[in-house]
């Protein structure tokens, strides 16, 4: 990557002060253009290869080791590892070496690993075949070696190997097919287009006669977008120029389909294809657990410090009298007698970090990253969120955010496709003010304004009809649906015909094809595109074709689109002519009225807003009327307008599109203003109205949302009526909910400052009545994206206004629901970020399924993707992926509350164990002279986080329940128990730090006292301070694993062998320990003192005596809080339906009849 | 302890119909298993007042029998402490201790009487006790060479660098290196019991069985040489500079000679805290119906070759009978009938918080 940034600096730098920075020019075959032309500017360009590897061979180690310690956990311990190494420190280098190598070698191994198939991945991609036309003929040459120039052949089912201009297809209209299923997800066949004047070649040698140079912009990593221009030379002339556009890009990793080969010219090559440039991993993502971890880090490495510091001090104070220092039975070496007092002071500074440096494990980070890792599996496994249809469950791409699930306070959700199912279905039309429904739909039902409904069977009056076939064939011809002949597509498929039930529909928006669809049912059937006509099979079973001239492609900024074409000439007009005859008088009236054959005809489609303004006759009021009571049902409308263009016109219109076309530089917003220019003075035919349905249990699962205490915003760039008439169906608002209205027409009335305080004041003023009454009233918002945009402008007048962006924010958290219709995908994103900066900064998620959703989803704490139909674009770049809204609600409720709590115990506890772990240690050092004596063995101090306490913990994390997975579903609001990361909360750590504290103490001063100044064997013998370690460190492993047990609600056979399996293994092991004398040792001090210490009775009834100390007080904790103020949790575990009853244990028999007596 | 119900949730009785017709969307469907689905039959206990509380009365009522029990054996337990150090100008030993001098040769013997009131009838455990020593420092405590001791002939010559600066002298190296075994304690103690005729008998005092076993017969091993004799295998190494006699020469008996003489093995077992007792010898109970040392005047004659004055240690010498549960120490009965009475309390505590906030989470509970 740097390379080839670095040859493109070079060749710029080299090709001097140019007209092409941002462009660059591609010799087709390698060719020089003809003399004259233009300067011949041989430019470098990387080869084909693709490097998605990390490491080389050579570097794998250092780079490898440099990534790993970047991490400051990592490096702390490697600190502690060479300090230990260097100087002469109480514990072996080996204590915090091996957990550290241990860690770092299998974290290597794994990228390693990892690197390895990319290496081989890369390999296989850079050495597969490619057929290049070389001087007229094919030859094969490998991937990598292809160059920016070479004409490519790909037959049908290959995969493009580099960006590619398509120049010919074997198709005689020069498209071809391809899918992009490996790119975006979407399995549906895309076409794309080879310029006129190439896509007639047909062998090797044509193709190769080629002259031509093709200018485009520099590599840039959206896929849809594409500038440039081709110059093709023939003989002397000049160089004739064709636009190129997304539709010409064939992309790098895009599967050829239906298609039995194509000849293409490569753009981009290796790293600069668009494949590549989008293969960056997305901005890492930090959940709030983390966050408070690496506070309580910060908080341990503070103790750690301060008391090694602490201990310094004591121990200089301690040893001021010499006889102290150096007793005649303990000198110092002469060469440490040596060593200056500042110098020997801070090496047993540094000598006590590493005596107390286990206070912050190692461990843990390894421990946390499997809990996450392994923890995933549990969403992706899960069954309940399996969709059949789909064929797919849940998907979790990124593990670091499990617990951030439970945390959620704001959720963003996208309505089409999310809250709905974006499974349109044409319901009705409105043809200048007569409603026409399909005979599917009105069959049976019972139609409120009955009145006003004319049914396409009862005869029209003549006066109608020229509007209703224009209606009608502006629907069958103003879209961008194709017509698929096979039944294995995926995407949105649908019959066309009964006749032919292999064909369906495809269209990347769904409502297209409901309309397409509709208008079959009304007996206008599309039939196919075919070199550049479409035809229609009208009512009357006849064919008609028109001649698309031009698409104007639908933009989600000028939210319409429109089709120029051309009624064909001849035929049509002869078919007609014959049916005169035998057809109603009033319809061939009208048909030749309004269609002429060679007529220009331009018909728009869009969203009201965009229609109405441009509409100059027509009925607009009683279309207007009807577009507004279908969106108050929730009803998708689009308005259908028209306008005639005579020939002048129409060649405007095309000198201004080819234009805008033709340009290399903002031709984006010169196609908008030609679009601008054409798209005016229509005559407005009418309106559609398209069902979409909500999703299966939308409105259950926002309403736990809501009772979990989540404020569940709408955010959807539909129509204020039609995404309110959604909420109120999704019961995002209820029958109660007061609305509260910041929209375009409100502020067209008042100024915005005066609205928002007069929201505001409604909103205080009703918080402080129902801070009174018991069920308050609760307010939805409803605001537009206009007024959005002008609520979140920097305010230039000054202060005397205040800050409307703060006003909004604090309506905003008062209303349990809000609604912002009218937004553009970047406005999402805006909101979710607005939000996620308020001051208490709350969690985020945001939850969608298109494009459109991607930005909110990469914005918000959370990113969950729907695996909806308009593409996979939205679940690849979420950090979760669903298929279907009514998850989220196990999503949420139930895996990310097991997730919190889980990984918030965890966290916790590790915390707790190291603290019960060392403090004995640092008091110790009160007794042995300030010395840095460790309280335990090597052989201890290692293993104690690597396996006598790691797997228990491990477990826990990832199978605890507190409550069982159908109590927290019935009960959503168990959620607002964990909300604001309450288990992690300074409070909570206090408790934990104090308990293990307590049990520290309880541990060394126990043991201090029995062996203080006397024997305890029965044979009179003495135990030394290894028996003395080993008993405090017996006591620590069984306190800090039956604490866990104490915690642990949910008993498996997994939990059970766990944690008595982890017991055993550490008798046994210190058995074996103690039980040999180990040749590889320098030290046998372990030898036989586990063992001897078991032979004493007093050690055992000391080991019991001091566990249950060091257990009561949590014990207590945990009752007295129960009893005394139980949550809401707690509430739930005790309520828990006793099935059966385990008459095992004696303890059981007593609770029940203790139960009884009270 | 801590139950309260045993819920055993069935699997989902969802089965999957698998016809051919499914192909690759089957396989995508996750398995229903009870551990995927995270419904494995679980042991569900929650810890309230009702079920901690009979846990609570159960523990006090085991732990304060107990308690009482291990109060009354220590009780039991006699001990008598003398202290020999020789810092007070009344002591006896108050001139051996100021006059030490590391380069005496002959050892200031001094005369401690005393008195027991009451005979001891069992074996009686004599122990020597060191204050303010700091056999745990780090320092000290590193300062061997565990493979040396294990008759490791290599180690013998070439002593660890951990033993420093005790490992070597004129670069003849130490056996046995280090400052542990460099400062063994070397006063000698006996025990004369006065008649009262007015002899004065010998007590026997048995030197063996004072270390753990395993430690005298793998742990600590003689070099073994070409030949048998310890003074020839030792040839070539010098004794500690603190020590009178060499290593070969801390007593007659060779099975108690060289590393394996037990008060040596019991010194190199470095106590846990600086104020310790090592056991020195052991008073065999003798076979008939007297008591082993019966009421009356004693005289403890010490061999004062230990200093402690220099770093403010304090020696003594102990004799104690012990029981089943080791020497005098009130502590354990204590701590187990201030538990069990703790327990207790509790247990009462919760059983009015179970009566008085029970009935009203129920209450809360049903109105939920």
Known sequence: MDFSLLRNIISRYCVGEEIWVDSRTVYIGHKEPPP??????????????????????????????????????????????????????????????????????????????????????DCSINECPVDVVQQGKVVRTQSHKLRVGDIVVVKEDETFPCDLILLSSSRSDGTCYVTTTSLDGESSHKTYYAIPDTMAFRTEQEVDSLHATIECEQPQPDLYKFVGRINIYKDKEEPVARPLGAENLLLRGATLKNTQHIYAVAVYTGMETKMALNYQSKSQKRSAVEKSMNA??????????????????????????????????????????????????????????VLFNYIIPVSMYVTVEMQKFLGSYFISWDEEMFDEELGEGAQVNTSDLNEELGQVEYVFTDKTGTLTENNMEFIECCVDGNVYIPHAICNGQILSAASSIDMIDSSPGGYRREYEDLFFRALCLCHTVQVKEEETVDGIKRGIHQGRPTSFYISSSPDEVALVEGMKRLGYTYLRLKDNYMEILNKDDEIERFELLHVLNFDSVRRRMSVIVKSSSGKISSNTGLFIGCSSCSWLYGYLFCVLPGDYLLFCKGADSSIFPRVVSGKVEQVKARVEQNAVEGLRTLCVAYRRLSQSEYQEACHHLMEAKLALQDREQR???????????????????????????????????????????????DKMETAAATCYASKLFRRTTQILELTKKRTEEQSLHDVLFELNRTVLRQRSISGLSVDCLDFGLIIDGATLSAVLKPNQEGAGHGNYREIFLEICRNCSAVLCCRMAPLQKAQIVKLIKASKEHPITLAIGDGANDVSMILEAHVGIGIMGKEGRQAARNSDYAIPKFKHLKKMLLVHGHYYYIRIAELVQYFFYKNVCFIFPQFLYQFFCGFSQQPLYDTAYLTLYNISFTSLPILLYSLVEQHVSMDTLKREPSLYRDIAKNSLLRWPVFLYWTCLGVFDAVVFFFGAYFLFDNTTFTSNGQMFGNWTFGTLIFTVLVFTVTLKLALDTHHWTWINHFVIWGSLLFYVIFSLLWGGIIWPFLNYQRMYYVFMQMLSSG?????????????????????????????????????TRPCLTVEPSTIFMLSQSSSRMSF | MMASSYSAKDEDG????????????????????????????????????????????????????????LYVTSNNIKEFEIDYTGDDTSSPCYNCAKNFSWNNTKSCTCTIPFQLDQPYESNVFMYYGLSNFYQNHRRYVKSRDDSQLNGNIDSLKKPSKECEPYASIDNKPIAPCGAIANSMFNDTLKLFYNDPNGTSVPIPLTSTGIAWWTDKHVKFRNPVGTNSNLTAVFQGTVKPVNWHRPVYELDTDPENNGFINEDFIVWMRTAALPTFRKLYRIIQKKNNMAPTLPRGNYTLVVDYNYPVRSFEGRKRMILSTISWMGGKNPFLGIAYITVGSVCFFLGVVLLVIHHKYGNRNNSANISN
């Not at chain 1, 104070?317 to 002071?345: K, M």
């Not at chain 1, 050690?1099 to 257990?1111: D, F, G, H, K, R």
């Not at chain 2, 494995?40 to 009482?68: C, D, M």
């Open chain 1, 671 to 717: 196609l908008a203003q030609a679009y601008d220019i054409i798209e005016r003075d229509f005559v407005l035919l009418g309106a559609t109205a398209v069902e979409d349905r909500l999703q299966e249990k939308a409105a259950d699962t926002i309403e736990s949302l809501h009772k979990a205490g989540m404020k569940v915003w709408v955010l959807t760039g």
């Open chain 2, 14 to 69: 969802h089965i999957t119909v698998s016809g051919p017709g499914g192909g690759t969307l089957r396989n995508k469907k996750p398995e229903n298993t009870a551990f995927k689905q995270q419904r494995l039959p679980a042991w569900q206990p929650i810890l309230t007042a009702g079920t901690v509380l009979p846990a609570f009365f159960i523990i006090g009522l085991i732990f304060i029998p107990i308690g009482i029990g």
């Open chain 1, 36 to 121: 004259g032309a233009e300067a011949y500017i041989p430019q470098r360009y990387p080869d084909n290869r693709i490097v998605s590897s990390k490491y080389t061979f050579w570097n794998f180690i250092p780079k490898n080791l440099f990534e790993q310690f970047r991490r400051i956990a990592n490096f702390y311990f490697l600190v502690i590892f060479l300090v230990q190494l260097i100087i002469d420190t109480p514990t072996s280098p080996v204590t915090s070496g091996l957990p550290l190598f241990f860690v770092i070698t299998v974290t290597a191994i794994k990228q390693g690993y990892e690197d390895w198939l990319r290496h081989k991945a």
């Open chain 1, 1098 to 1134: 007093p050690a055992w009834l000391s080991i019991i005596l001091l566990i249950t100390v060091s257990l009561l007080p949590d014990v207590i904790k945990k009752v007295l809080c129960r009893a005394m103020c139980p949550t809401a949790t707690e509430r739930a575990q005790s």
């Open chain 1, 296 to 353: 309580f880090l910060i908080v341990y490495l503070c103790i750690l410090i301060s008391k090694a510091v602490i201990n310094t001090v004591l121990k200089y104070a301690w040893q001021w009298s010499p006889d102290r220092d150096e007793p005649w039975y303990n000198h110092r070496t002469e060469h440490e007698r040596q060593r200056h007092v500042v110098i020997r002071a801070f090496t047993d500074f540094l000598a006590f970090m």
